[in-house]
Structure formats: C-alpha cells, structure tokens
C-alpha cells in the first residue's frame, strides 16, 4: 500500500504562486510515475502533470505549460507542483497519484491522496 498527502493549497489571487508538495509512504517500491490532477466544481478530473521517479520522463497540460513545473526529491520521497500566475481557471480540488506506469490518464494510477483546495479569485 501507499500513502499520499497533499499538502499547499490555499486562497490566493490571479497572478499569485503556490507550490504543492505531495509525501509518499509505504510501499513504494512499485512506484514508477507520480502525477497532479484537479477537478473543479461540476467538472471532469483532468490531467496537470506527471514525472517518473527516477527522473528522466515528464509531461504537463498545454494550459499549464511555462506556468507550471513538477519535481522530485528522491529522499524525502516528495513530489512538488510549483505553479506560477496562477489563474481563476486554475481553481480546483488538486490530487497526487502514484502508479506503475508512465502516462496522463487518471485511470492507469493505483493511488490517491485525499486532495488538496485551490482558489484563485480574479
């Protein structure tokens, strides 16, 4: 099993930073890709960005190109979202996800954390 916690978000204003980071525990071992998704209020989830763990493979949203930027630390077992001018489309519930395969489709990822909010008021 494996655990994830989000943890980051928050209320800011069109234009503003923030940086979500996402802890992972347990059996990891089997753990090749970690990625973001978000779901916003009566809308589908849908893909943000994705890494491998031991580097070398990401992929990102065409909305979130140049504004946002996943990372991994190895050692703390941490993958972060870095997301800069940030805008009101942006709001959403955001989710990691770990799984045993590279990809951006939310179906092909076996764990999930709880979520974490964030609002961009415009």
């Known amino acids: 099993q494996v655990q994830l916690v989000e943890s980051g978000g928050g209320l800011v204003q069109a234009g503003d930073s923030l940086r979500l980071s996402c802890a992972a525990s347990?059996?990891?071992?089997?753990?090749?890709?970690m990625g973001w998704f978000r779901q916003g209020v009566g809308l589908e989830r849908e893909f943000v960005a994705a890494i491998r763990w031991s580097g070398g493979w990401v992929a990102y949203r065409d909305s979130v190109k140049g504004r946002f930027t996943i990372s991994r630390d190895d050692a703390k077992n941490t993958v972060t979202l870095q997301m800069n001018s940030l805008k009101p489309e942006d709001t959403a519930v955001y989710y990691c996800?770990?799984?045993?395969?590279?990809?951006?489709?939310?179906?092909?990822?076996?764990?999930w954390g709880q979520g974490t909010q964030v609002t961009v008021s415009s």
């Open positions: 996800a770990a799984g045993g395969t590279t990809t951006t489709l939310p179906g092909q990822y076996d764990y």
């Open positions: 347990g059996r990891t071992f089997g753990t090749l890709a």
